[in-house]
């Protein structure tokens, strides 16, 4: 089934085993490469209610679904001590924060703030897009690969960007294709 | 002979060797794996033993018929622990599919008495074969995606 | 002190407990929206 979801959405959810049905830690940092446009991991929140940060996080490849209720994995042993996890996992960027960074075109005009991330999830996490808090106010949506550059600060775009901001996420799906086509990307 | 777990919670559990009244069944123990029930949980709390599927002469009707009571003893490890505190108890459980969405809440289990395979997962209104089910514990029972509502 | 001052201390107790409570719940929570940097 392919779902779009929000990381907000993902954050915060409960992972859990498919072999054991416990649920083992739950979503803290939801980690994307904007080069690639996929997820690359998540770090985790031990669960329970005052429960911190877990040493341990959860890369890409050892997730075996994302759903609208649970990340499934296979068992506990699919959660990675940060030595032996992809980097970018282990010791996320966390100055490289997109929320709330600013959306500017390439010709100087902000678009807006970036208030989430579009991910179409299921067996693997593929980037749609970034849901932006407008500058004139509302929200909107921008298709992936949007970004020229990403900082913890600001999200570069071409200028024709500023054509494809969809109010609702189903205009999202729609103007992905379009979108990548008028870049030239494949 | 059908049984479900609904209706077998609290039956009576006796000795075949000495003719006495041992305790009520409080949960069954599943391994999921397996599609089978492992153990039966006699009473509650601290003083819960368990009794392996093994060693019961017959999940009857009106009784469970232990061997003998010797067979009955306390848990022995964690997910036993957890048993016989109750927080296996799969009806109740919250069903998730594999692909991490819900699909209701188990309301009842059925399984074959004479055997203890089980049979049917009853979701709602939805009985689901239990050749579905993957896994469970303390916090879901996790079922193939077969069991996804189509898009 | 009479049972208003009493009643009044109390409140104000919970409230700084409870707003305590969830400003600490927040910050372990934690959580953001983090970009890879770029490998060139």
Known sequence: MRLLMTASQIRGLPVVTVQGGEDVAEVRDVIYSPEAGRLVGVTLNKRGFLAGRSREVLPAEAIHAVGQHAVMVLDESSLAAPEDAPDDVAHPAMERNVLGDDVLTEGGASLGKVADLVLLVGSSGEVVGYQIDKAGGGRGYIPLPAQLSVSGVALVVPNITEEFVQDDLVGLGAAVDEFRARLGLP | ?151 | MDTIGWLILVVIVVVVAAVAFVVIRRRRRGGGVIATKDKG
């Open chain 2, 1 to 151: 002979m059908s049984e479900s777990f609904q209706r077998s919670a609290g039956r009576k559990v006796m000795s075949r060797s000495s003719a006495k009244e041992l305790g009520a069944v409080s949960h069954l123990l599943v391994d999921a794996q397996q599609r089978q029930i492992a153990a039966v949980v006699i009473g509650r709390g601290k003083k819960a033993q368990l009794v392996e599927w093994a060693q019961l002469s017959g999940f009857g009707p009106d009784a469970v018929m232990v061997v003998d009571e010797g067979a009955l003893r306390p848990p022995a490890d964690d997910r036993e622990r957890a048993a016989a505190e109750g927080r296996l108890e799969l009806v109740g459980k919250r069903a998730l599919s594999e692909r991490g969405n819900e699909l209701g809440k188990l309301d009842d289990v059925t399984f074959d008495a004479d055997t203890g395979a089980l049979e049917d997962l009853l979701i709602g209104d939805r009985r689901v074969h239990a050749g579905s089910l993957l896994g469970s514990g303390s916090y879901a029972a996790v079922l193939d995606e077969s069991q996804e509502p189509s898009p």
